[in-house]
């Protein structure tokens, strides 16, 4: 069964790059990506019936819907659309007052691709997904000296994958667009992922708008 799903985040690279992604699983598909609450939910009002089954909301969004604003009304106007979290800003008190306001799940930015994947699939089965003691993230930042070192590693060409990557292009298509074949195209994004230490769409996209690729 597909899980349709809604993306709302105020990093239009996040959403392109992550709706890459769930895009390539069989049985995901991104039916909306929206940079404001109130654009999610001028889209909700205007559908005729419920378009989709997750929405993988960020809790700062600007004003006047933030997060936390959007998730009681959600669940009191379109009870069927189970909420996923997925936020960077992450405590005790902020996971308790999602899941009270109406959420069915909270994960970390910082998450690895599989597990957010892992996330959408059991909130979309009915689970909730909540950290059983949240707090600082497991794997640190990268110190800003050691980020700056991988970044001068990029040649322009991986530069130039990395931003094509990040709009949500497939490796067939950005071979054609760039005039190489998917194969290199597939060595480029394996050597620059490892240069960066990174692994799967989500971070690469993350590691991109952190440091403005």
Excluded at 5 to 11: C, E, G, Q
Excluded at 120 to 126: D, F, N
Aim: proline share 8%; net charge neutral.
């Amino acid at each position: 069964m597909i899980c349709r799903l809604l993306l709302v985040d105020d990093h239009p690279a996040l959403t392109r790059g992550l709706a890459a992604l769930f895009n390539q699983e069989p049985d995901l598909a991104v039916h909306g990506q929206f940079a404001t609450g109130g654009a999610l939910l001028a889209f909700l009002e205007g559908a005729p019936a419920l378009p989709a089954d997750v929405l993988l909301l960020d809790l700062h969004l600007p004003p006047p819907h933030d997060g936390l604003d959007l998730l009681p009304r959600l669940r009191r106007q379109w009870p069927g659309l189970r909420v996923l979290v997925f936020s960077s800003a992450i405590s005790p008190g902020l996971v308790a007052q999602a899941r009270a306001a109406g959420a069915q799940g909270f994960l970390d930015k910082s998450a690895e691709a599989p597990d957010l994947l892992a996330a959408i699939r059991a909130v979309h089965a009915g689970q909730q997904v909540f950290p059983a003691r949240p707090g600082p993230r497991a794997a640190a930042p990268q110190p800003a000296a050691e980020a700056l070192l991988r970044l001068h590693q990029l040649s322009t060409r991986e530069r130039e994958i990395i931003g094509l990557v990040c709009a949500g292009l497939p490796s067939r298509a950005i071979a054609a667009r760039l005039s190489l074949a998917e194969a290199t195209v597939a060595t480029h994004r394996r050597n620059l992922m490892q240069k960066l230490g990174l692994h799967g769409v989500a971070e690469l996209v993350r590691f991109a708008h952190e440091h403005g690729l």
